[in-house]
């Protein structure tokens, strides 16, 4: 085996569990929400149903505003030092939860959680294009997304057991903890660059570096970030993740209050119900990622799954709540279809894109991703108060993700000459082969 090959393999056992946990840990504390505003926070704050679905989307204002500063700061800087304290602040703001005495309380600290997450995502993507090239870029991206439904299927368990046993508040203190102690494992783990890590040789690190800086060669340049994120290409992807993010978290956020009310269910159960779909989004994910880097393709590993889940949505609403169960496996297919773009999904802007601004405009789609977010958790969590069934909620869904997937089919993009050819170059696929 040479030494590229040897890299590929080490790489991805040593960077991507810690990336996989520093994401899932991030991801537990913004999607717990949904858990608590299902059993009891209500009635113990006094949330009114309009409140409460504000309350649900709050985090996501926050996270739309600071995300393009934190990607600058992680390609200029350091997204090691930029995690290290998201985490600790991201941490303490959920512990803190537990604790608010008011619903005024609880605005501040779902809206501060939003901003101290909102670098968490941008900043990682940067990193992985560090270390990783064209051809592992969607499964690397995969990995590091993993943490967003395979954190949802254990703590939807978790946290119906949490509540049942303890309260909302114990959750909350309980799962903030993690976080903060996790900081303090990656500042001792992370490194920037392959430049820095102690664990490649020199020659291992050159190699590394040649491969990544081949993949420049050929690509239009773009002086700055204001060229970049005035690209078509950026305004369509932006466009497109904020109709699809409108659908993944409206579902993320609501789904337990969904469930608990169709079918009467207790939150124990809900639990259980809620975390079906997320594994069948691990698998899906895992999947397409995969083919997507066996072909090269990203655009048609896309939209697919994104018409997919908008079909299911539709047959949803078709099917009322008098056809629980039957409703129920189309929301487990929308869940597991809405996920499975991902990978691909974010290794197309280092395509189109120099690495002296791919960072930034991965945030600025991202930070288009948190505003559809925004207005997919409220208008869900409003038109639930409001109409007392999740129809409507299935209907804007839907029709979102159906926007997204045709705004994917628009998007006209081929790799450079100089990426096929350091693609045809690197023995990498032995990544796989764990």
């Known amino acids: 085996m040479n030494a590229t090959s040897s890299i590929a393999t080490r790489r991805w056992w040593y960077i991507m569990p810690i990336v996989f946990i520093t994401y899932s840990l991030a991801y537990l504390d913004r999607a717990n929400y949904g858990f608590a505003a299902a059993s009891g926070m209500a009635d113990d704050l006094a949330i009114t149903p309009a409140m409460s679905s504000l309350l649900g989307a709050l985090f996501f204002l926050g996270y739309f505003f600071f995300q393009v500063p934190g990607a600058i700061y992680a390609e200029k800087r350091s997204v090691k030092k930029l995690i290290f304290w998201s985490l600790i602040l991201w941490g303490g703001c959920a512990t803190l939860t537990g604790v608010i005495p008011n619903v005024q309380a609880l605005i501040a600290i779902r809206f501060l959680l939003g901003v101290v997450e909102a670098a968490v995502m941008p900043a990682m993507l940067v990193y992985l294009c560090h270390w990783f090239t064209r051809a592992e870029r969607s499964r690397a991206n995969t990995f590091l997304i993993l943490g967003n439904p395979a954190t949802i299927l254990w703590m939807s368990v978790v946290s119906g057991y949490l509540i049942h046993t303890l309260n909302w508040r114990w959750m909350f203190i309980i799962e903030g903890f993690p976080a903060i102690i996790w900081a303090f494992i990656w500042w001792r783990l992370a490194d920037d660059r392959p430049a820095q890590a102690k664990w490649l040789s020199t020659q291992e690190k050159q190699d590394l570096e ?26 369509l992807l932006s466009a497109q993740y904020f109709c699809w993010s409108i659908g993944v978290y409206g579902f993320v956020i609501w789904l337990p209050s969904i469930l608990k009310q169709a079918a009467q269910l207790d939150i124990v159960e809900a639990g259980w ?54 409703s129920y496996t189309l929301l487990v297919i929308a869940g597991a279809c809405m996920y499975a773009p991902y990978g691909p999904f974010f290794a197309i802007v280092p395509e189109i894109l120099p690495s002296n601004v791919a960072g930034g405009a991965m945030a600025l789609i991202n930070s288009m991703g948190a505003l559809g977010s925004f207005v997919g958790s409220y208008i869900v969590g409003y038109l639930n108060g409001v109409t007392g069934t999740p129809a409507a909620s299935y209907v804007f869904m839907g029709s979102a993700l159906f926007v997204s997937a045709v705004l994917t089919m628009l998007l006209r993009y081929a790799p450079t000459a100089s990426q096929e050819t350091a693609r045809n170059a690197q023995p990498m696929r032995t990544a796989t082969s764990h």
């Open 210 to 235: 040649s491969a990544l800086q081949a993949e420049q060669v050929g690509m239009k340049p773009v002086k700055n970030y204001r060229e970049a994120f005035r690209s078509p290409k950026v305004i």
């Open 273 to 326: 119900l809620s975390a079906l779909p997320y594994l069948m989004a691990v698998l899906a994910m895992l999947a397409v990622s995969w083919m997507s880097d066996k072909t090269l393709n990203r655009k048609h590993f896309v939209w697919p799954p994104l018409l997919i889940a908008a079909l299911a949505f539709a047959g949803s609403f078709m099917l009322g709540t008098q056809h629980f169960w039957w």
